[in-house]
């Protein structure tokens, strides 16, 4: 597996926050069986690489919570959570430096996720008109690179879980945008296929096969 290392960053600074805004606005392709939706880890891959400091004990808060509301809400009853609620185990007190920030996820409407069976579930937002791009900056000892995202009116598709393990994957023409500027000039655009978030990392597919992807460690930062 080949990594492109970015750095390693905080939930004080700014990257972490572009990462969880991935999880609040992911939304899912319909899953139809008891099975991964996102394409296992390659050897071959390339990958952006950085690591979130501070931030598992709170992804995994927030996986056992979705597990409790996916396990236990009525079936024919969505449960919702703001984008808010889905930043916050990444973002950390990056909300109180990036007032903005906070305010832009604040605005969005809420997800709406709905159970199929014990482990899929299908889930829907519709973002309308306002605020539907965002943008952060990582530092690092070559310079500064900016990742930005923009979201479509409306994101929907199917999850896949585990007790330990979210996965989601989008419906073409509904992914999320993204553009990485890197520190030396270089540009990489495209759209978020899939994600894998479990309590150790969180794995960003893109939906270009050849092109790199990205991967947030929660483990051995230093």
């Known amino acids: 597996m080949g ?5 390693v960053v905080s939930n004080q600074l700014r990257m972490s926050s572009v990462f969880a805004v991935i999880v609040t606005v992911c939304s899912l392709t319909p899953a139809v069986a008891q099975q991964p939706v996102c394409p296992p880890p390659s050897p071959s891959q ?13 992804v995994r808060r927030f996986l056992t919570e979705f597990a409790v509301d996916h396990l236990f809400k009525p079936a024919s009853l969505p449960f919702e959570r703001s984008p808010l609620d889905l930043v916050a185990p990444l973002a950390g007190s990056q909300f109180e430096a990036d007032g903005d920030l906070s305010e832009q996820l604040g605005s969005l409407a809420p997800l709406r996720f709905t159970r199929l069976d014990k482990s899929t579930g299908t889930v829907d937002a519709a973002f309308g008109e306002g605020t539907r791009s965002f943008s952060a900056a990582l ?3 070559e310079g500064q690179h900016r990742l930005s995202f923009e979201l479509p009116e409306r994101l929907a598709g199917g999850y896949w879980r585990t007790p330990e393990v979210l996965q989601v994957a989008f419906w ?26 479990s309590s150790e990392s969180l ?9 790199p992807d990205f991967l947030l460690n929660f483990r051995e930062c230093r």
Do not use: H, N
């Not at 390339?46 to 709170?58: D, E, H, K, N, S």
């Open 3 to 7: 990594r492109i290392e970015l750095g």
């Open 172 to 197: 073409e023409g509904k992914r999320i945008a993204f553009v990485l500027e890197l520190a030396d000039g270089q540009r990489r655009e495209g759209g978020i296929s899939c994600l894998s978030l």
């Open 203 to 211: 794995r960003l597919v893109t939906s270009d096969p050849i092109a």
């Open 46 to 58: 390339l990958y952006y690489a950085t690591c979130g400091l501070r931030v598992m004990m709170p």
């Open 139 to 141: 530092e690092v000892p």
